[in-house]
Structures are given as C-alpha cells and as structure tokens.
C-alpha cells in the first residue's frame, strides 16, 4: 500500500535554484564551478550576438551555438547536439529568450538519450522516458517573458512540423540567474510581446483547472506586477525598477507552469508551427487573450472575478476589452490578419490546437469547432 502511494506524484513542487538581482549575471562563473562544467556550449541566437550582449557573460573554456530561429526546430537541436559533442562539451548555459533556453533543453535531453527526438513529446507518451541523465543547464533570460528558465517544458517544431511540448522535471535548467539589466536593451516592442507572453502565463495558469493553490498565489502576484509596469518598461526602457518587475512576472509565470496553462497557448503553440511566417510567441498570446476569455467566461467565473478585483475592471466580463485596450497602448497588432496570416493558412491548424499538451488544462472543454471558431474571431 505505501510502494503505490508512493509512486503517486507530488501536489506541489517546486522548483529549481534562482539567482534574482541586477548584475546576477556575475555568479555565472561560481555557478559553472559548482555545477562542475568544465566546457559549456554556450546556447544564444544571431539577434544577441549582434547587440554585443553576449560580451556581459563571462565564462571560461566555452563554445557558442547560435543557430536558434524564433520558433525553435528539431534541426537546431541536431546541430547543437552535432557542436556540442564536436567541441567535447560537458554543460550548457542558456542565453538569451525563450528560444535558445528550450534549444538548450533539447540538445541536453538528446546527449545522452536515443532518437529520435519525438518520442520525447507529451503527445508522445514522452515523460516517461525522459530519464536525469542529463548534462546540467543554467538559465540566462535576457528578455521577460517566457518564464522558460524555471520551466519543466521545451516547445519545439520538429521536422514533421509539429510544434510539441516536451515535459520533464529533469528539463529544469540546474540554476536560473535572472539579471533584469539584461532587458534594458530590449526594443518596445519585443518588451511589449515577450510582456503580454507573461501576463498570459499568470491569467491562463491561475484559471487552469488543476489544484495548486501556491502556484495561483503566485500568480496573481505575477500578474499584478506586470500590468502595473509592462507600459512603463515599453516608454522608459531604461527604467530599472519597471525592467525588474517585469522580469520578476516572467519568472513568477514560469514558476505557475505547474499548474497548467490553457486555450491561449494551444492556440498559439500551433499557429507557432508556421515557420516560414516566423510569428512571435508573445503577440500570438496578446491576440488571442481576449477572445479565449470571453470563451472561458462561464467555466471560471469566480477566478475571473478575482482578477478584475485585482486589476481593477468593476466586472470580470470587462476583462477581455481591458486586455485589448492595453495591448494597443503598448503597440501590438490586435489581430492575425495584420501579421499576415490568412484564413486558409487556420485549417490545417485546428486539430494541432486540439491535441496541443496545453488543451487539457483550459477550464472550458475544447473541440474542433470551438478551436476553429477561436482562430476566426482572431482573424
């Protein structure tokens, strides 16, 4: 009787070491020692080589794989895997958004476990065969928004096209240092996409079905900072306070994923899949926040109540105008027709919604014709 309750998984969990302060990215060369990496690859993307970021990480013996698109495939990974076994590497260190830190979870999961790669997907019974063998990974963030770096999960498109979820605990990066000066940096408009990404963790994540009261605590914390601060972090970049907030939302989000996240992310998880339309994660979330809130309005009422309380719209139902207007004002599209996505292009996406890992947690039953009509009024 105690082997089977044992076996039972935990309620609550969490999570992993978090270094949080202004200039933490100094710790990284005594969290390398600790972790005893001798040689990490140093996992980024073309657009932080270029802003001269990367030169802030001071690390020894290391090699830097940059080859990390928007959207993060199955042949980033391969070529990872490729460099850091070329290059006898024994760690990772993550740097950059949301992309490079789920690349450099799939090159760690792939080094020491067999292909193919799928087999590793939720939707592919994966979690199970997911083992600890797993060369350790730190985390930098250097935008607020994805939570990734105190996240169990890695969504990638494979070659197939399918952008799926990987889940593991053994996926947790080993160390998550979050540096706030990082994002000072950051366009508006990406802070304003990867900042409405957070604030769709913390509303999706405390309206998900599952029980975990900590994890909404958390997020209603979250969720209260970043609307507070995502304007003033767009119309002053510079502002640290704002910067800090804002990254402390993304992180809170991330550490919310334990309770599962809903119709906003199926849906953007599929649309995601479009390579060739490269669509940014965050604004695809911004878009459909509204509508997936109006759908889920009668299925988590006292929820939504709560976080009209706090957010201070008199009634839940003025919930979804209040997001749409603060999506304008910080200068995202309202719409998928405006990023160039047709009618035609939705279809084919309906039943990769449907069966996303995410589906399963929104609070309203999901089905085809839900799905599609979703995606329309996104349209």
């Not at 060369?29 to 972790?35: M, N, V």
């Not at 604030?199 to 209603?220: D, G, K, M, Q, Y």
């Amino acid at each position: 009787m105690l082997a089977a309750f044992l076996m039972h998984p935990p309620d609550i969990a969490y999570l992993t070491n978090i270094y949080f302060e202004s200039g933490a990215i100094r710790l990284v060369p005594e969290l390398q020692r600790q972790l005893n990496i001798g040689r990490p690859l140093v996992v980024t993307d073309e657009g932080i080589i270029r802003s001269g970021l990367l030169d802030q990480l001071i690390v020894s013996n290391f090699s830097v794989f940059h080859q990390v698109e928007t959207n993060p495939t199955e042949s980033s990974i391969m070529l990872g895997l490729e460099q850091f076994r070329a290059e006898e590497c024994d760690g990772l260190i993550a740097f950059g958004g949301g992309s490079p830190i789920d690349v450099a979870k799939g090159i760690a999961l792939m080094v020491h476990h067999a292909l193919p790669l799928e087999q590793y997907s939720v939707q592919n019974g994966g979690i199970a065969k997911i083992t600890s063998n797993l060369p350790p990974v730190i985390a930098i963030p250097t935008t607020a928004g994805t939570g990734s770096e105190v996240g169990r999960a890695a969504l990638l498109t494979l070659a197939t096209g399918n952008k799926v979820g990987f889940l593991s605990p053994h996926l947790l990066p080993k160390a998550a240092v979050c540096d706030p000066l990082l994002t000072v940096t950051m366009p508006s408009i990406l802070t304003a996409a990867t900042g409405m990404d957070a604030i769709s963790h913390c509303i999706e994540t405390f309206c998900s079905h599952r029980w975990n009261p900590v994890a909404e605590a958390i997020a209603l914390d979250g969720l209260a900072r970043g609307i507070s601060h995502i304007e003033i972090a767009c119309n002053e970049p510079e502002n640290r306070q704002a910067r800090s907030e804002m990254m402390l939302c993304a992180l809170e989000g991330g550490l919310t994923f334990q309770k599962g996240l809903g119709a906003v992310h199926s849906l953007s998880h599929a649309l995601g899949s479009l390579t060739e339309k490269r669509l940014h994660h965050g604004t695809l979330n911004a878009i459909f926040l509204p509508h997936v809130l109006r759908f889920n309005q009668g299925f988590c009422r006292d929820k939504l109540e709560r976080i009209a309380h706090l957010l201070g719209p008199p009634r839940s139902n003025d919930l979804p105008e209040f997001i749409e207007a603060l999506t304008r004002r910080v200068g995202l599209p309202s719409n998928l027709g405006s990023l160039g996505v047709k009618k035609q292009d939705l279809e084919p996406l309906v039943s990769k919604a449907l069966n996303d890992h995410c589906t399963a947690t929104n609070p309203r039953p999901l089905d085809e014709p839900s799905v599609r009509a979703l995606y329309l009024e996104a349209l």
